[in-house]
């Protein structure tokens, strides 16, 4: 589902893509400071790379009422490595409420482009761009401006009295009040593009030939400013095509805030995500999105003390330029909302996986990440591996996000072909929150094959430790991918008495759930589902002499998506005990499993050898029981953190990519009896 906004015929003029930016709100463009941007400059980026002879347009706003940024200040765009110079069109100015707008275009900029600057004379503030990737056009044709320095609720951009068959682009912004706009509404015949109701800033389009005097309606009366360009219709540029992201949306909330919050959110695409990171006192933390319409879903929430984070998504959306979500939170604090609108998506099982972990000293704990590790900033902040679910070339999306406890993230380290999606300012505060973005991180990457991608995150002071970080990431398909093994979700549970549970909800029917479970205690282990699956038992119980109780079993498949309570009963003897729970999608059958006891000393790893694998892409799903702490020195050699229990024990896996034996590997920095489960699916 979702509509269409490629040209109807070959020289129609159309959008690639497009992004809305945050607003600086008081905070100046200033002298650099950090590392993160330029010296009175604001940076944010093209949702993707522009194709080839396509058309770049930027819309910004700006105050001028600081003594540094007066009326005669002039924005300029470039691009971060100068390739292009942008030519300024129309301005308009509100005199009474100190707001600027501009607009700024290169008409088939150089390929690759996607980096923007928009840079000042003075230290101005109350910041923001707008940026729109358009093709089908070869020149500019007219453009216009105009304000109002009183409250009204009809809006209009300036007559265009066009000279051909152009589409034109109109930016509003309101200047008083200038924030927390009720609602826009695009004028006839327009459609709308972006609509930030927080930040006050709407773009809008339509093509037309004749003259246009692009009009808006405000749900709040205010003042505001508006400038509108037009371009001339050509059969010149590329279209997009395949799976590809076609806006970025961001949304910064007020620091010490409550929700819920509505946003409108005009997308064109086939499926929606909100990516978001949040803080605060509480901190606030986001548990649901709707918008009427779609059915949203949690791909997953990694929590800590001083902030969380989270990815929602909506498949087979239908997608509309009038599109208003309303996101529930909990807690007080702020949040920044990334909306990704994505074109060219499957229509049915998109979300193909899903990892999550942590910069800290204890990794994941059933779901959170808590405890200072005191990272430092000259190491690059590493967030594990993740496996994408494909191998076909531009098969997958993959959505990143990243907390930091401290300073302020710049860019997107690995993978090589990873896009920082983040805007920055010249003078960031070090550790935020700042409102444009929160100094935290975002970013997306497209999958070619199945291989591990290391995610890395680039922080811009190196004498600044991060203390802690938390990020996820997920992973959308195309329709025709090759699909291969992956994780769609996982979690771990834990408790000192008996009996207790522990539950998970999977994403997709038909996914396999993969379950370990540990005691100390000399009881019997059962495990039961209230939905309904059947829960083949593997291995064990095994009695690990010294140590305590292990069990592995799994559902070959999940017959409903609806909540699942996996409830694990310990009996007489209780003692400690633990769950794993690893939902596993694009395998067919259990192939190969073990549990074992081993002694080890500091140092060396406890191991559940198995092998030969009977297929190559298999999924590997181990967990640990060690006597002291299995997270000491980290994960095993090859493999991706899944989740670990409070008290060092993990499970992790991997993806086999030919036969052979395997082990899964957890060090112990002691000398102790340790036991280790797998299960290997192919």
């Not at 600027?100 to 900029?109: C, D, E, G, L, T």
């Not at 076609?246 to 997308?267: N, R």
């Not at 808590?370 to 900033?377: I, M, R, T």
């Not at 030969?612 to 994960?635: H, I, K, Q, R, V």
Request: proline share 3%.
């Amino acid at each position: 589902m979702g509509s269409t906004w490629q040209g109807a015929a070959a020289n129609t003029p159309a959008f690639v893509n497009v992004v809305g930016s945050s607003n600086t709100g008081t905070n100046a463009v200033g002298t650099l400071a950090n590392s993160t941007c330029a010296t009175r400059a604001y940076c944010f980026q093209l949702p993707d790379a522009t194709l080839a002879s396509n058309t770049v347009v930027v819309f910004t706003e700006w105050n001028d009422s600081a003594t540094s940024c007066n009326a005669s200040t002039a924005a300029a765009v470039t691009t971060t490595n100068n390739a292009d110079t942008y030519t300024q069109g129309a301005t308009a100015h509100d005199t009474t409420n100190h707001i600027w707008i501009s607009v700024f275009y290169k008409v088939q900029a150089t390929t690759g482009t996607r980096n923007m600057r928009v840079t000042f004379a003075g230290n101005c503030t109350h910041v923001s761009a707008t940026g729109a990737q358009i093709y089908n056009v070869n020149a500019v044709d007219v453009t216009a401006g105009n304000q109002s320095t009183t409250g009204t609720t009809s809006w209009t951009s300036g007559s265009l009295a066009l000279t051909a068959s152009d589409i034109v682009l109109a930016d509003f912004c309101a200047t008083n009040p200038a924030q927390n706009i009720a609602s826009y509404t695009a004028g006839t015949s327009m459609t709308l593009r972006t609509a930030d109701r927080r930040d006050g800033c709407a773009l809008e389009y339509q093509t037309g030939s004749t003259t246009i005097n692009p009009a808006m309606t405000s749900g709040t009366s205010a003042a505001y400013v508006a400038v509108g360009v037009s371009f001339k219709a050509n059969a010149t540029g590329t279209a997009p095509s395949g799976l590809y992201l076609a806006g970025i949306q961001h949304q910064s909330t007020a620091a010490a805030g409550t929700g819920p919050f509505t946003f409108q959110f005009p997308s064109t695409g086939n499926l929606l995500a909100v990516s978001n990171q949040c803080g605060g006192t509480g901190p606030m933390q986001l548990s649901s999105v709707s918008d009427g319409t779609n059915t949203w879903k949690n791909v997953g929430t990694l929590l800590n003390d001083v902030g969380d984070g989270s990815i929602f998504e909506a498949e087979n959306a239908s997608s509309s330029s009038t599109l208003t979500l309303t996101l529930t939170t909990s807690g007080t604090g702020d949040c920044t909302f990334n909306f990704y609108d994505i074109a060219g998506a499957a229509t049915s099982n998109a979300l193909n996986a899903y990892s999550f972990n942590c910069d800290n000293a204890s990794g994941p704990v059933a779901g959170k990440c808590f405890g200072d590790a005191g990272l430092s900033a000259t190491v690059t902040p590493l967030l594990g591996q993740h496996y994408p679910g494909t191998s076909t070339s531009n098969g997958a999306i993959t959505l990143s996000n990243m907390g930091l406890d401290f300073n302020t993230c710049v860019g997107m380290g690995a993978p090589a072909a990873g896009k920082f999606d983040s805007s920055t300012v010249g003078s960031e505060n070090l550790s935020g929150p700042y409102p444009v973005d929160e100094n935290n991180c975002w970013g997306h990457f497209y999958n070619t094959d199945n291989s591990a991608q290391t995610v890395t995150w680039n922080v811009t002071s190196s004498s600044t430790n991060i203390q802690e970080g938390w990020a996820l990431n997920a992973s959308f398909v195309a329709p025709a991918a090759t699909l291969k093994p992956s994780s769609l979700g996982n979690t771990a549970c834990f408790s000192a008495s008996s009996p207790f549970t522990c539950s998970y909800t999977p994403h997709r029917t038909g996914s396999v759930i993969a379950i370990g479970v540990s005691s100390t205690g000399s009881g019997t282990i059962a495990v039961s589902d209230s939905a309904g699956n059947t829960i083949t038992t593997v291995d064990g119980p095994t009695t690990i002499s010294g140590l305590g109780i292990m069990k592995s079993a799994y559902i070959a498949s999940v017959n409903t998506a609806s909540a699942d309570t996996f409830t694990i009963t310990i009996g007489t003897g209780g003692g400690y005990q633990a769950v794993y729970i690893d939902e596993v999608t694009n395998v067919t059958a259990l192939d190969l499993h073990n549990i074992r006891g081993v002694a080890v000393s500091g140092g060396s790893f406890s191991t559940a050898t198995v092998g030969p694998s009977t297929a190559a892409d298999e999924y590997m799903f181990g967990w640990a029981m060690c006597f002291n702490n299995c997270m000491s020195a980290g994960f095993g050699t090859s493999m991706q953190g899944l989740n670990q229990d409070g008290q060092g024990n993990p499970s992790e896996f991997r993806i086999l990519t030919a036969t052979g034996s395997f082990a899964a590997n957890f060090k112990d920095s002691g000398t102790n009896t340790d036991g280790a489960g797998m299960m290997t699916f192919k």
